[in-house]
């Protein structure tokens, strides 16, 4: 079975300034994909990132960036130019190839982005 | 895409009684999947459905707790003789076969008394 670990169950960032979540993860797995997650309060979840693992280039979305270090099972994300809209709490997921891709999510950290 | 709705955004009910959710899909998001969420907790995976066929359940999912998906379109979620451990954020996903990402709606909010 896969886990998902998310240790940060808080932090907190000044706007403009750049901010690293952590997720590490267990799996025997050789082929799947990761994600990031953001909720903002009282809202759904929206998808921030994704990273397939057969992938040695991190993925990039805007001021979102991945360092993804597979042997190590490791995928932050790192958050530039923080702004106060990023407060949320983000979920780091991760889904196998097979088995339907259900997702398995960690606890989730609370960002906070303070003005 | 107009988004993953579910309905209601709220429930309350007193333990015994059945409850039913509905999620409507993306559409032409042949995939989905119901999850659970508690408090200071992620989502757990309770089941999925590939078009109208149920193809994985969690051994969370009791067999108090029933989904379907009739024709490959909305999916609902019922439990019955709810109990307060029910008491959870339910949560609906979908996606298309050839992406992995899954697309949330925004819960149902269920509270057990």
């Known amino acids: 079975a896969q886990t998902v670990t998310q240790s940060q169950p808080e932090m907190s960032v000044q706007e403009a300034e750049t901010v690293t979540l952590s997720c590490t993860y267990d799996t025997s797995e050789s082929n799947y994909y990761l994600f990031w997650y953001k909720q903002p309060p009282s809202r759904q979840k929206i998808l921030v990132i994704r990273?397939?693992?057969?992938?040695?280039q991190n993925a990039t979305e805007n001021r979102f960036s991945v360092n993804f270090q597979k042997a190590a099972k490791s995928f932050s994300l790192k958050i530039s130019d923080s702004q106060l809209g990023d407060t949320a709490m983000y979920f780091c997921?991760?889904?196998?190839?097979?088995?339907?891709?259900?997702?398995?999510f960690g606890e989730g950290t609370q960002l906070t982005v303070n003005p | 895409d107009t988004g993953v709705s579910q309905d209601p955004r709220h429930k309350i009910t007193k333990r015994g009684q059945n409850v039913t959710f509905r999620c409507d899909p993306i559409?032409?998001?042949?995939?989905l999947y119901w999850y659970r969420q508690t408090l200071g907790q992620g989502p757990e995976f309770l089941t999925y459905f590939q078009n109208e066929a149920q193809l994985e359940k969690s051994r969370l999912l009791s067999d108090r707790f029933s989904a379907e998906r009739p024709k490959g379109s909305f999916s609902t979620l019922e439990i019955q003789r709810t109990e307060q451990g029910d008491s959870a954020m339910y949560l609906c996903?979908?996606?298309?076969?050839?992406?992995?990402?899954?697309?949330f709606g925004p819960g149902t909010r269920l509270t057990v008394t």
């Open positions: 997921a991760f889904g196998k190839e097979t088995s339907g891709s259900r997702l398995t």
């Open positions: 996903a979908s996606r298309r076969d050839s992406l992995y990402e899954q697309y």
């Open positions: 559409s032409e998001h042949n995939r």
């Open positions: 990273q397939e693992a057969y992938k040695q």
